[in-house]
């Protein structure tokens, strides 16, 4: 089975600082890699994603994700922070060809807070 | 407003009572995901439905809990004899088939506490 780790469980960032956040997966099979994002008081929205093809993506809001196979990672940047940023990450996972089974598997979280 | 929609959106129970939450879909989405969120945690799988049959069943779906989507529209979750530990967010999520890149949308959830 596969499995996501975050390792921030929180960060404190002023605006305009650059971000990145990491995650990493483990599986032995070809996934599919999502970033949700969920601000206060709202529900899971998606960041962006990656399904195959150019290894950096782009996502909402300033958002990118580079994903590196040979480390099983795929880290999330912003190069520059606002306050409306301020909200808990999520990076998912779900093999690339295994259908709905057993879902999305997310990681902790991280609880980021940017501070004007 | 499209997105999935969920009911309801608070659930305050007593221990050994049932509860049944509704979840509909995006109109056009053929699967549905439930998942349960506890405080610290992500999001955790509990079952998903493709239309109307329900395909696979997470371990933490014990059987006091039992999940329906009866004509492949809006499913259901009921959960029997409550315990204080089934306190959580339950979160529904919908996708439209499209092997291999599919894509899940959430809804706003149900939190339930069990007192």
């Known amino acids: 089975a596969q499995s996501v780790s975050q390792h921030n469980h929180h960060v404190i960032l002023s605006e305009a600082a650059s971000l990145e956040l990491g995650c990493n997966y483990s599986y032995g099979g070809t996934v599919n890699l999502f970033w949700y994002v969920q601000y206060p008081g709202q529900h899971l929205q998606l960041l962006l994603k990656?399904?195959?093809?150019?290894?950096l993506v782009k996502g909402i809001k300033g958002f990118e994700a580079e994903f590196i196979k040979s480390k099983f990672s795929f880290n999330l940047r912003k190069p520059s922070v606002q306050w409306s940023d301020t909200a808990e990450y999520f990076c998912a996972v779900i093999p690339h060809s295994g259908g709905g089974a057993d879902g999305l598997t997310f990681g902790k979280g991280t609880h980021l807070i940017i501070q004007p | 407003d499209t997105g999935v929609s969920q009911d309801p959106r608070h659930k305050i129970t007593k221990r050994g009572q049932n509860v049944t939450f509704r979840c509909d879909p995006i109109s056009e989405h053929n699967r549905l995901y439930w998942y349960r969120q506890t405080l610290g945690q992500g999001p955790e799988f509990l079952t998903y439905f493709q239309n109307e049959a329900q395909l696979e069943k997470s371990r933490l779906l014990s059987d006091r809990f039992s999940a329906e989507r009866p004509k492949g529209s809006f499913s259901t979750l009921e959960i029997q004899r409550t315990e204080q530990g089934d306190s959580a967010m339950y979160l529904c999520?919908?996708?439209?088939?499209?092997?291999?890149?599919?894509?899940?949308?959430f809804g706003p959830g149900t939190r339930l506490l069990v007192l």
């Open positions: 990656y399904f195959s093809g150019d290894p």
């Open positions: 999520a919908s996708s439209l088939q499209l092997r291999p890149q599919e894509t899940q949308y």
